[in-house]
């Protein structure tokens, strides 16, 4: 008799199939009962062209504990089955590498074994949802015409993030005192269900917190929570992929009723599309059985032995020891404000930084000495946290001080602002950065260049040069490397955030190394290794190690480190964090005082600086806002999967907005008095490009030309070209939510987002009936320097070829018109390409040629008129001496309002910056020789060309315009400072349909530039 053992170790439980492979007889009932396991039956008939009983174990909990856990699974499986009767083990899951070694078994991939269990008991399936503890899986099944077994055609898991896995259900269960077994059976007694973040544990525990406190129950709650798991699922692990009936939920959450029933809504789904399998949990052990058995010599395994001889020795991965040695702190260097004896007020200027997490409220001098400070919790009632420390500072401070300004700052700035009347709302960046200078110029005589700012759910990185903002980055959906993050942690091992926490942790000699970890995934390896013996205090510095990293990781993103770094924020007040950022960085890290309420006293110092300057009454109420008449609507933001409470606010006439995790979606934005002294160039340019319509042309063939990409650049010459030759030109409609999400679903690779972009494009000209869609292999562009290339980038070439192995166009691309152009080889050549292409459509080489000819006409014409519009510009801002933000980048992240959030459009409008694209400006006759001679990417040279421009003219100043993933730029960017000499801007776009990040980047940057505060100098009359 021969058995085999499958062994599926996950990260939350374990689970294990037993198959004999000749004779029918199984042991008795009684001991397959007493070791835990049971026969397979039901809908479990295997098909695997022989007939065997088999068995299946409990689905256990393996507690952290990967190694015992398996010793007691092959006991178990022992008592039932003579050791020399069992002939192979073959383990599968993410602790199959650990246990494999031990026990010297195979080990299996889980993809491959759950297929090859699926293929066993359930051949018809086509899709596979799994959510496992930490895991959680797409996968297409696709059956081999040729081999006869089930293949995999598309998959896709997880990656460090615990949102649509079974985790985050178990965490979010628990602090709602519910067994994770208890929950399906409760959701299924509810219909309504409660609003829940479902992209991160941290925003959906105080999205459970809100929601009880409106009044839903638990049932509505948990409910909130089922389907949160499932539109992550969807979002994060099937987003773009072929969902095919029949479909298997399988893992350990397919045993919720309550998920299963919000998988089969979210995902529309018909009755009976979607069912649980008998043995959801089993498949991968049942799989990886199977493979054993087939691939077996048949010999008796020692395995057992080895693992029930294995001593578990717990050395744990460790960090060095933190140390202050290379920490300043600076809040000892700072006494208390004591006001005069003779009882006279002090003029003072009030500070107000309204964060998710916190309130902060300051009062400072004239001097901008600290004279009172108050940091306390938002609670998401922005205006009675701000009304609480109002009464605060009155009941304190009486008639002893004069407010003589006030700023605010923070997510709730303008809300905040227009209840207290506030004489300035400034962006938390220039908040910050006026804060953290003000303190080091007064105590260290120096100013920052970097500032790390750590707040309850929120981490900001602010990069400066010489003052200016030129780099800024926040967390978005994600709240591991915040304050949240940390007391949590800290709370489960009954630490005090606040002195014991940092006390313990400095005093590890074995810090434990945590690595970057989602909040929830963190929970249980910091329990895992308190089961396993480790200590209280290296646990805690691990942690402070593990709060570090993932900041540096996530937030600054390989972002440019500086070596002045003010550390602020409420975590700042932790000493062991400060610790863990100089050891990482090997850096001196400056802890300023007042550090979590630093946004408050620069909200303080700004109001100063206008109120002082324009010699201006102040706005402000007074201490009762509650007097001041608004009113309060709510509602659930459906922007993203974590759909936040947003509260608008009525405030005699202005609507404001507060509530947004993700970079404040519905912040207004700010305004000033400064109007822009040139026209709208980029509206100028796209009325000159596309001829006020973007219509079919004329009655012949129609040609799609995809708007995006190199379109924005070379379109009058396409345009002109076809139009001759006799085609009907049709341009796809700019780039929209619905291009966007297409291009995403219909993308295979892992592209930039204009790549994303403009698969939708292609996609909507397809769903226009045109004859053909046009998509030149572009390989260069005209070389100004015969001794340099001139190439465009790689994915930019390869588009034609990209797009049309897609699954979704691979069946249509003969329709694709794809001429490999080198424009930098001359005229000649593209003609005679041209003349060929052409020929395929009957078209004749004169008339072929005379289009050529004309598109270059009409191109050059295009061209020489954006100059003539750019030197008309240069010369209106050298007369007025108003200064102007020169755009670089490619054509694509400049002029597609889609790609970039229309953020040039809204430097004019919001802020009346004077705005100049960079094909306005000469570039072509720039010499760049100096600053790299061999740029070999032919938009790099424009660029660089544009930054040297820019260099000659002391009012103009640089943004570069980028996207995430554009691997030319990441290098051309570092030659942009030495070409401009100046501190310059980058906006770096994504396919985040938020706009609020970026604004707030362009606000900062323009207030360090002297470009938003009108009332510090005239304009300026120098000469450009």
Partial sequence: MSYFAGIDIGTVSIKAALLRTNGDELPPTEAINRAGFRVMGGDAEIDAGYSFPTLVSEYRRMRGQPIDAARRILEEILSLVPQEELKGIRIVGAGAKLVGGILGANVENEFKAITRGTEALYPDVRTLFEMGGQNSKYIRFERDRAWGRMGIADYETNGDCAAGTGSFMDQQALRLKYEIDEVGAIVQKTSKAAKIAGRCSVFAKSDMIHAQQKGYLPAEVLKGLCDAVARNFKGAITKGKKIEPVIAFTGGVAANAGVVAAMEEVFDLKEGELFIPAYYAWLGALGAALMEAEASGGETVSAPASIRNHEQVDQFPVSDPLSMDNVLLLRDRVKPYNLPDDGQPVDVYLGIDIGSVSTNLVMADENGEVVYEIYTRTEARPIQAVARGLAEMRDELGGRVRVKGVGTTGSGRELIGQLVGADTINDEITAHKTGANYIGNKLISSEADTIFEIGGQDSKFISLDNGVVVDFAMNEACAAGTGSFLEERA?????????????????????????????????????????????????????????????????????????????????????????????????????????????????????????????????????????????????????????????????????TYWGDKCSDRYRKQAKTERKPVIPDLQEMRNEMMFGGTLRPSNSGPTIGIPLTMYTYERFPFWRTFFENIGFSVQVSTRTNKSIAHEGIEYTVAEPCFPIQVAHGHVAELMGMGVDYVFLPNQVNAEAFDPAVESHVCPWGQTLPFVIGRSPFFESRSDIFIKPTIRFRDGRKSVTEVLVKLARKYKILRDQAEIAVERAYDAQEKFQDRLQDLGQEALQRLKESGEPGIVLVGRPYNIYDKGVNLDVPSKLRDYYGINVIPMDFLPVDEVDIEDINNNMYWSYGRKILAAARIVSQFPNLHIIYLTNFKCGPDSFIKHFVNNASGKPFLSLQFDGHSNDAGMMTRCEAYLDSKGMLRWWQQAPQTASL
């Fill in 491 to 655: 709370e489960e091992l009954e630490v005090s955030i606040k002195d014991q926490f940092a006390q313990l942790a400095l005093s590890s000699s074995s810090p434990i190394r945590l690595g970057e970890r989602c909040t929830v995934f963190m929970e249980q390896d910091v329990n895992s290794y308190l089961q396993r013996g480790a200590k209280k205090e290296d646990l805690l510095a691990g942690l402070a190690y593990s709060i570090a990293y993932n900041y540096i990781n996530r937030v600054v993103w390989g972002r440019r480190i500086g070596e002045t770094i003010f550390f602020q924020g409420g975590t700042a007040y932790n000493d062991s964090v400060a610790a863990a950022f100089s050891k990482i960085l090997n850096k001196q890290i400056i802890v300023p005082p007042h550090n979590g309420v630093i946004g408050a006293i620069g909200a303080a110092l700004l109001a100063m600086d206008k109120m002082k300057n324009t010699e201006g009454e102040t706005g402000f109420r007074g201490y009762e806002i509650e007097d001041v008449d608004y009113s309060l609507k709510e509602f659930s933001c459906q922007g993203c999967t974590n759909f936040c409470d947003i509260q608008m606010f009525d405030v005699e006439g202005e609507k």
